[in-house]
């Protein structure tokens, strides 16, 4: 079974709207960590923002917003107010400390393209 | 500033031929990853190593190779073996083995084999 799983190979925003990219994941383990990274046209992979499992409160970086649904399995990234430079492919990655050796595994991204 | 630096950023190898890609960081993270990246596609672990002199195969090793002798390299080699090298590939690192610390990638080695 996938353990991340990004259902959205492609989405279309306006400028300055919110838009939420989705992420569901698959882990027995009950320590793990949740991260998405942006991959501009250049290719490298940036960090955006990261999830505890056990962590509370959702994770707030900036623009970003990681949604937390633990019970849902689930880790969307919002972004809001999109702007031109957030035109990328995003992936979703879970790190598990007990079962994967702390091994980060990636879904197979979404690209998200920023409409003027 | 500390980084990750990949070198050559753009890579071409002939057919049969054995060829590494440098991975170099400096800060002086212990646990240091290889992966592939196909068009369209995400991340596939091919190596990882989470201490120096020692290191482990991903899901797709076969026709890879790595050495870590310094805690600050972890060079890749693609062999002959490997049918169908052609990709994108990365190298991160990270502080430790723990859900906690994210990757800090570099910017890559694009490989073509003509």
């Known amino acids: 079974a996938q353990k991340i799983t990004q259902t959205q190979p492609g989405m279309f925003v306006q400028e300055k709207e919110a838009v939420t990219l989705d992420c569901t994941y698959d882990?027995?383990?009950?320590?793990?960590?949740l991260f998405w990274y942006k991959q501009p046209s250049s290719g490298e992979m940036i960090f955006l923002i990261y999830?505890?499992?056990?962590?509370?409160q959702n994770a707030t970086e900036g623009r970003y917003s990681l949604n937390f649904q633990k019970a849902r399995k689930s880790a969307n990234l919002v972004i809001s107010a999109s702007q031109l430079g957030d035109s990328a492919m995003y992936f979703c990655?879970?790190?598990?400390?007990?079962?994967?050796?702390?091994?980060?595994?990636f879904g197979d991204g979404t690209t998200l393209t920023v409409k003027p | 500033d500390g980084g990750i630096t990949q070198s050559p950023k753009y890579l071409f190898r002939k057919e049969g031929q054995n060829v590494t890609l440098s991975c170099e960081q400096n800060?002086?993270?212990?646990?240091m990853y290889w992966y592939r990246q196909d068009p369209g596609q995400g991340l596939r672990l091919i190596y990882y190593?989470?201490?120096?002199?020692?290191?482990q195969k991903g899901d797709i090793a076969e026709g890879y190779s790595v050495s870590r002798e310094k805690k600050e390299s972890f060079p890749l080699t693609v062999t002959s073996a490997q049918k169908n090298p052609t990709a994108f590939y990365l190298c991160?690192?990270?502080?430790?083995?723990?859900?906690?610390?994210?990757?800090?990638f570099g910017s890559g080695t694009r490989l073509t084999v003509v």
């Open positions: 991160a690192s990270s502080r430790g083995d723990t859900q906690i610390y994210g990757y800090t």
């Open positions: 882990t027995s383990d009950p320590s793990y960590g």
């Open positions: 999830q505890g499992s056990y962590d509370q």
């Open positions: 990655a879970m790190r598990e400390v007990n079962t994967n050796a702390g091994k980060s595994t």
């Open positions: 800060l002086n993270h212990d646990a």
């Open positions: 190593s989470q201490i120096v002199n020692d290191f």
